[in-house]
């Protein structure tokens, strides 16, 4: 052993030393010392994991999506050496993983860390093909390429032509294999659901009733919605009354808002799209119990959430732009899933942070009514219940949605 391991041996980090949240869990998986010997942190209980360990578990992460470019990348002396970006292990760390060291102010964490790692001129793994995101990215670019301008409707198997990127039937399917491995896909009982849709009331109009507040009769679907065409109903809602108007409303003064709240009067089953985990970084230790990478998955599972919840200018464009979280609707609308056949789909609303909305596959003959004198026929389904009813005006702070300039995606995908 050399004195230059010797000195390792006796170092220790503490989780507080990283940002990184999957650094950090490892850290507090392996904590051993009661000092960290770079913060100089000190507990009567073990925080700190021997250094030796942690920066052998970021430099095996690194390999999942990083090599020595000498093991895949070809070099040509008169070309100027590989054949592709390379990185030294300080600019890995620094700029493209960009590693977060809150507490690192003289960077002897740092310094140790890139003295610890292999010194490789490292570059992405795989360095010829495309990365995950960057598949992803590109599976959802041809999906939207053949739905809006090629076919709609049925794909044949020869939309698949490069080996890389998902046909448009695989990235249907691969939607819902992936929900179902997050968990998704959730039951939801009587009673549980909330939600609301404003409606605009013009000249004394006064709208009270389920059938005035919940999804319209067909002979009034005639535009094309985010997630149903033109002729297709569906109810769409909010989990919130300011998410229902920032959705609705477009000026002020137009008159004023009857808002309704509804309820589910059997149980449910969702897809639920607005309450993504985050995407682990690529230092997360997998457990042993789980079967999958969710990196990948929840990569993929954040991009399409992100590209069907994006606002849409009512300007013609919408009959084009919106046919992809159409067909995304649809498919999920015709499957049966473990948990049942999906009712409806939660997505993050683009006009109210951290706010959600609804499509629930409901007409109105899935509404229930009091004292309901429509005839009753076979199968009848009217489960969706008005469980209260208000009415509003509207305020600049629910307008406020409509000046959010477009947001961005929610994860690099340029690397
Ligand atoms: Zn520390």
Redesign the pocket.
Known sequence: MSSHDYDYDHRF??A??FADEGIKGFIEGAMKSKE?S??G?AADEPI?APFKEVAKHINDSLYQEYDDAGNCMSYVSADGGYQGETWPTYELLMDVIALELP?DEDESLFKALVDRLDDNAWCQRNPYSLTYAQETEFSWGRFCQVVKHQRRYFFRDDDKHDREILSPGELLETILDYAGKIGLIVGMDRGVLKVTRARLQRDGEKFESALDLGPPPQAKAIQSNRMSPAGVVMFYGSDQPETALRETAQSLGAGTYAVGEFSNGREIVLLDLANLPDIPSVFYEIPDSMEYNPRPVLQFLHHVSWEISQPVARDGREHIEYVPSQVVTEFVRSRSTETGSIDGIRYPSAVHPDNASYVLFADQDNVAVPNDKRPAFKGDDRWLELVAHTERQVSEDDLRGWKNEFAKPPTDFSD
Do not use: Q
Request: with cysteine; net charge positive.
């Open positions: 980090v503490c507080s030393c960290c770079f913060c942190v700190a507490r």
